[in-house]
Nanobody, 118 residues
Framework: QVQLVESGGGLVQPGGSLRLSCVASERSESMYVMGWFRQAPGKEREIVARIRLGSGSTYYADFVKGRFTISRDIAKTTVSLQMNSLKADDTAVYYC???????????WGQGTQVTVSS
């Protein structure tokens, strides 16, 4: 079972930046895609961005396009989310996830809190 550990959350002012990182315990052959999700209080979990580990192709939710960038390292064991121009609405717990070729998310991190507030 692949273990995912996130880091990099915290408190930032509106307009600021944060970089989240997710380290996988191993490079499992079943890992085809990795992504970032978020869940705000009282809301459902939603996808923020994902990246295919082989091709590097990306997907972004409309509400983060132009502000967030997802990337992976060459060894494909770390995925990062650079978040710029943060807004109060971005406040949430952010989760890293690993998925297979069928886009089934089979492993989740414990989550890291991002709070955007002045």
């Amino acid at each position: 079972q692949v273990q995912l550990v996130e880091s990099g959350g915290g408190l930032v002012q509106p307009g600021g930046s944060l970089r989240l990182s997710c380290v996988a315990s191993e490079r499992s052959e079943s890992m085809y895609v990795m992504g970032w999700f978020r869940q705000a209080p009282g809301k459902e979990r939603e996808i923020v961005a994902r990246i295919r580990l082989g091709s590097g192709s990306t997907y972004y939710a409309d509400f983060v396009k132009g502000r967030f960038t997802i990337s992976r390292d060459i060894a494909k064991t770390t995925v990062s989310l650079q978040m710029n121009s943060l807004k109060a609405d971005d406040t949430a717990v952010y989760y890293c996830a690993a998925g297979n070729v069928g886009n089934s998310w089979f492993s989740w991190g414990q989550g890291t809190q991002v709070t955007v507030s002045s």
